[in-house]
């Protein structure tokens, strides 16, 4: 089985602090993702990538970025962050982009005060 | 830009019923669509996935049909128990982003025993 997981199941960060997040996948995924998940707004792409050392934005980079040094692992990074980056965030892989199912880890609540 | 409904937003039934989930997409461009299941505070799991050539896929007691010409595919569920409660999304990947999901914003499913 696919296994995705994530740094950190809670988080609570002050505004200002830099903050990781950090995502690793298993099964030698070429493609990982990030997402966050708010109440009334859904699944929202971040960012993307398909490759070490890729990265492309999705829908709302605003406010953050993404490190691809090694296949398996994708993190994201929050430079400043900020109240409304409270969020849960979800971490995704796949192995090709169309054709087979995505795999999602547990998920990091992350609360910024 | 794809768009993904569902509807109901929320759906409460008694144990034993059959169910039906319903999910649009405004492009039928797609590779795919999936289904997933989120319980309350955790990730995704991935529950069924049809390719564009597809009509329908099957995993117990679950059944996902797609209809790509006229943007619909519907989630069957048999026989639903109190387990079955958690939120279930869809989420296509379109011929125009192949590596992106588009995820609708889910359906709230509550199964009273």
């Known amino acids: 089985d696919v296994k995705v997981t994530q740094s950190s199941r809670y988080l609570v960060k002050r505004t200002g602090e830099k903050v990781f997040l950090e995502c690793v996948q298993d099964m030698d995924h070429e493609n990982m993702f990030w997402y966050r998940q708010d109440p009334g707004l859904g699944l929202r792409l971040i960012y993307f990538?398909?490759?070490?050392?890729?990265?492309e934005k999705g829908d709302i980079p605003e406010g953050y970025s993404v490190s691809r040094e090694k296949k398996e692992r994708f993190s994201l990074i929050l430079e400043s962050a900020s109240t409304n980056q409270t969020s849960m965030y979800l971490c995704a892989s796949s192995l090709s982009p169309s054709g087979i199912m995505w795999f999602f880890g547990p998920g990091t609540r992350l609360t910024v005060l | 830009k794809q768009e993904v409904t569902q509807i109901p937003a929320a759906l409460s039934v008694p144990e034993g019923e059959n169910l039906v989930l319903n999910c649009s997409f405004t492009?039928?461009?797609?590779?795919?669509l999936q289904w997933f299941r989120q319980d309350p505070g955790k990730g995704l799991t991935s529950l069924l996935l049809i390719q564009s050539s597809q009509r329908e896929q099957t995993s117990g007691r679950l059944n996902a049909s797609l209809d790509k010409s006229s943007g619909r595919s519907t989630l069957y569920i048999a026989a639903s128990q109190p387990g079955d409660s958690a939120t279930y999304l869809c989420?296509?990947?379109?011929?125009?982003?192949?590596?992106?999901?588009?995820f609708g914003s889910g359906t709230q499913l509550t199964v009273l025993p």
């Open positions: 990538s398909y490759d070490v050392k890729m990265k």
């Open positions: 989420a296509v990947i379109s011929s125009g982003s192949a590596r992106q999901l588009t």
């Open positions: 492009d039928s461009a797609i590779y795919n």
